[in-house]
T-cell receptor, first 115, second 114 residues
Framework: DAKTTQPPSMDCAEGRAANLPCNHSTISGNEYVYWYRQIHSQGPQYIIH???NNETNEMASLIITEDRKSSTLILPHATLRDTAVYYCIAPTPKFHLVSGTALIFGKGTTLSVSS | GAVVSQHPSWVICKSGTSVKIECRSLDFQATTMFWYRQFPKQSLMLMAT?????????EQGVEKDKFLINHASLTLSTLTVTSAHPEDSSFYICSARRVGQPQHFGDGTRLSIL
């Protein structure tokens, strides 16, 4: 897995966009970037993933820099329910070829959304 | 989205007893299931990987005789904590996936051993 670096914590006002950065400067050309979040006392929830193009779904947008060394997860209108630990993971390319490869979690970013 | 169901969500039991946790993929056939453990204020730690019909692969430091994993079908895996002791108290989370799909997680089981 490529090493990822995230800030330990961030704050965001309710209704504002939350921009969560992730550095993955050693990522290889065929390693995707995945984002998950874990709300307190629950299992991780898949948010989004991408390779080099920006991606958007109903939960968030993922912006990946052209050199792929960093990415940003954007929650366009954060709510109190978005308070969680957000994990950026760049698994080995084997993850996409073999189902038996697991995601390895780092420490993530604790996002606190307040009113 | 894909749903992974885990049961029970909370269990309290006496030291020395065995506890079984079930993990089911409800709307897809999971080629592989994973078991993680999470201690307070820490990240998830992978315990083992399980493929249907074969023996589980355990991560270094995880006792396979203490944590028995059975993966009898493409939709069900079980984790049995045998002769549980207070130090086994933790949050256990299962996960399921198939090739080409993201990994999906259950809501976890909080195990408390008295």
């Amino acid at each position: 897995d490529a090493k990822t670096t995230q800030p330990p914590s961030m704050d965001c006002a309710e209704g504002r966009a939350a921009n969560l950065p992730c550095n993955h400067s050693t990522i290889s050309g065929n390693e995707y970037v995945y984002w998950y979040r874990q709300i307190h006392s629950q299992g991780p929830q898949y948010i989004i993933h991408g390779l080099k193009n920006n991606e958007t779904n109903e939960m968030a947008s993922l912006i990946i820099t052209e050199d792929r060394k960093s990415s940003t997860l954007i929650l366009p209108h954060a709510t109190l329910r978005d308070t969680a630990v957000y994990y950026c993971i760049a698994p080995t390319p084997k993850f996409h070829l073999v189902s038996g490869t697991a995601l390895i979690f780092g420490k993530g970013t604790t996002l606190s959304v307040s009113s | 989205g894909a749903v992974v169901s885990q049961h029970p969500s909370w269990v309290i039991c006496k030291s020395g007893t065995s506890v079984k946790i079930e993990c089911r993929s409800l709307d897809f056939q999971a080629t592989t299931m994973f078991w993680y453990r999470q201690f307070p204020k820490q990240s998830l730690m992978l315990m083992a990987t399980s493929n249907e019909g074969s023996k589980a692969t355990y991560e270094q430091g995880v006792e396979k005789d203490k944590f028995l994993i059975n993966h009898a079908s493409l939709t069900l895996s079980t984790l049995t904590v045998t002769s549980a002791h207070p130090e086994d108290s933790s949050f256990y989370i299962c996960s399921a996936r198939r090739v080409g799909q993201p990994q999906h997680f259950g809501d976890g089981t909080r195990l408390s051993i008295l």
